[in-house]
C-alpha cells in the first residue's frame, strides 16, 4: 500500500521524465503535487483535518507548514519551506489553469530543484 511519501516519490519522478520529454506545464504540476506529498508525509498524527479528508487543503498546508515544529527546527526554516511551496504552487496554478501563459523549460527546470529541495528536506529523496 502506498503513502504520501510513495506518492511524492512517485510525482517526482514523473516530473523529471516530464521535463526530459519537453512537458514544462506537466513538469511544473507533478513537481508542485511531490513537494505537496512529501510535507503532508511530515504531518504529524492529530493535526485537525476536514470531514473525510486524510490530507489537509493547500492553503491549510501553507498554514502548518509556517506553525509546525515538524517542517523544521526554526521560523526561519519554515519560512523558507513555505516561501518554496507558495513558489511551487503559484507556477502549478499557471500551468494547470493558465492555458494562455506559457512556462519555460529553465521554469520547469527551477520547479523540480525546489521540489527536490523540499523533498530532501522531508526525508522523500
Not at 499557471?94 to 521554469?107: C, F, K, V
Amino acid at each position: 500500500m502506498w503513502d504520501w511519501g510513495d506518492l511524492s516519490t512517485d510525482a517526482r519522478h514523473a516530473a523529471q521524465v516530464l521535463f526530459r520529454a519537453g512537458h514544462p506545464r506537466s513538469c511544473v504540476s507533478r513537481a508542485y503535487f511531490a513537494a505537496y506529498c512529501a510535507l503532508v508525509s511530515r504531518l504529524p498524527s492529530g493535526v485537525p483535518l476536514p470531514r473525510g479528508r486524510r490530507n489537509p487543503p493547500h492553503n491549510q498546508l501553507l498554514r502548518l507548514v509556517r506553525h509546525e515544529p515538524a517542517f523544521g527546527p526554526s521560523q526561519s526554516d519554515r519560512r523558507a519551506l513555505r516561501t518554496d511551496l507558495h513558489y511551487l504552487r503559484e507556477l502549478r496554478n499557471s500551468a494547470d489553469y493558465r492555458p494562455g501563459m506559457s512556462l519555460t523549460q529553465a521554469e520547469a527546470r527551477n520547479a523540480l530543484s525546489v521540489c527536490h529541495a523540499i523533498c530532501r528536506r522531508m526525508g522523500c529523496v
